[in-house]
């Protein structure tokens, strides 16, 4: 990829992620922005245990406890004395795309894992309803192919990552990414992931990879999360 290239890209970036925060309603507050210089993690917006039986509250504690926890410290480490502390989460990812890989994988898989949490909720699954379901529809045929497109995404990547429902286009599409991507640095904006990191599920389901995509699909997948990044 050349400069101008990844130049395109990095502005795709920024709008993008600029959109998202709106849809959200959260704006410079969105979870995971500078505050004081350093990046916070957001708590969890339900008890690690909440999530049973489909994730356990030990995978949530080794998971939300030591991972994410790990990736915040990394990434506040990585920009202490820096003109980036005291910048945003997202301006952090866009800077450091393509020029810094420690601090960009650091700091985007903070961003990915307070995504994730929120596209998790007890009580999850069912249907998705309103102008989710029908852009789904028009973006797949049904709601349950963009159901299975998603869960493709998410269980053919190969290795470390992740699988996600974005807007490309103003269109729905399912897509995975590696290790730390997300697809706003192509350009689309995320509505929702599911992560196929190995920490995410192996404590509960070992290699049954499957198991555990079909237990958020079938009722923890937080529809409600997707929807509000659909209003923008």
């Known amino acids: 990829m050349d400069q101008s290239q990844k130049g395109m890209q990095r502005r795709r970036f920024i709008k993008t992620a600029a959109l998202g ?3 959200l309603g959260l704006g ?5 922005s500078a505050r004081a210089g350093e990046i916070v ?3 969890l917006p339900y008890a690690q245990d909440a999530l049973a039986p489909y994730i356990s509250a030990r995978t949530v504690s080794f998971h939300y406890g030591k991972h994410h926890l790990g990736y915040v410290k990394k990434t506040n480490a990585a920009i202490k004395g820096t003109p980036w502390a005291g910048k945003s989460l997202e301006q952090i990812i866009l800077g450091a795309y393509g020029k810094d890989d420690y601090l ?4 985007a898989q903070v961003w990915n ?8 909720k007890p009580g999850g699954g069912g249907e998705p309803t309103g102008k989710l379901a029908a852009m789904m529809k028009a973006g797949f045929g049904s709601v349950d192919q963009a159901k299975q497109a998603l869960v493709k995404a998410a269980a053919t990547r190969f290795g470390s990552g992740w699988g996600w429902l974005a807007l490309k286009d103003g269109k729905l599409v399912a897509v995975s990414s590696s290790n730390a991507l997300n697809p706003m640095v192509d350009g ?3 509505v929702i992931t599911i992560d196929v990191w190995e920490h995410a599920y192996y404590l509960d389901y070992q290699n049954r990879r ?10 923890l997948i937080n ?3 997707a929807a509000k990044n659909l209003a923008s």
């Open 223 to 225: 529809w409600d999360f």
């Open 210 to 219: 499957g198991d555990y995509i079909k237990g958020i699909m079938g009722h």
């Open 104 to 107: 960009f994988n650091n700091a």
């Open 188 to 190: 689309m904006k995320p």
């Open 28 to 32: 410079a507050a969105w979870p995971g």
């Open 21 to 23: 925060t709106a849809a």
């Open 113 to 120: 894992h307070n995504f994730y949490w929120q596209s998790l």
């Open 41 to 43: 993690r957001p708590p």
